[in-house]
């Protein structure tokens, strides 16, 4: 079969661990070169390395502007343009309710999840819009689709990805730039060091766990030409949990509140 992205160019932010290392090795398995951007250099360099010709790391914090416009600079000068920027450098923020919490990382978090985000989606644009066009990938979460109070910031800085992909996608249309969201939710990473079992088996109608590929496969759908008519959407990559709770699940919620104890959600 054809490579998917034979001749073209994607840069990944947060490409050195979890999801971003499965989506730069997807985008080497159809044919892509790809530059690695992240803070942590160390990993990135090493998967660089391991991949061979096709990847390349630029060490970026994408909270910084200049940072990232001199990201998108080394990806045109060293690979010879750009066609594909994947925003999906991210942290999470402080778990603690509102009253506790003293908000001082908001700053940080909306920095790296929106300001990141904002300054990849221009920087790349500028370089798309007089060279035919470009796709944009920006992660959002499944947090910001959801209701829910914690992690307050993080959620925040989510749902303010998602409005500004919209207006960047109805911005960027007529420069055929096309801008679209991956909502991931329960992937076992650095960001989720927290048991997921249990939270999947209450709340996640698909009884799998979710992998970086999964979400992965949903990046490189929109990246590419198969999703030539979707602008400004948010695809969920979340086994449903943004759908809603299973038939299983609501009765054992059910249970729970009679005070009847445990039961099976599968
Ligand atoms: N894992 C999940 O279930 C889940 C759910 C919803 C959304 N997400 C989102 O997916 C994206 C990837 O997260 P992950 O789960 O792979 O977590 P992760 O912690 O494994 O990976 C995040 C990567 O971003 C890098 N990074 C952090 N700050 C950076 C900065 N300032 N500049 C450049 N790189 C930076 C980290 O070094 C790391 O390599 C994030 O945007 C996260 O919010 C993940």
Known sequence: MDQEFAGKVAIVTGGSGGIGRAIVERFVEQGATVVIADVDAERGEELATSLGGPAAFRRTDV???????????????????????????GVSSSFRRLLDNDLRDAQRVMGVNLFGVMYGCRSAALHMAGHGGGSIVNTTSMGALTGGSSPIVYRTSKAAVIQFNRSAACDLAEYGIRVNCVAPGHISTGITNYDLEPVIRLSQPLQRQGTGADVADAVLFLAGDRSAQITGVVLPVDGGTTAGPSFAQTQLLLAQARGEGGGDAG
């Open 63 to 89: 909270a910084d502007p200049d940072d990232v416009q001199a990201l998108v600079d080394f990806a045109v000068d060293r690979c010879g343009g750009l066609h594909v920027m994947v925003n999906n450098a």
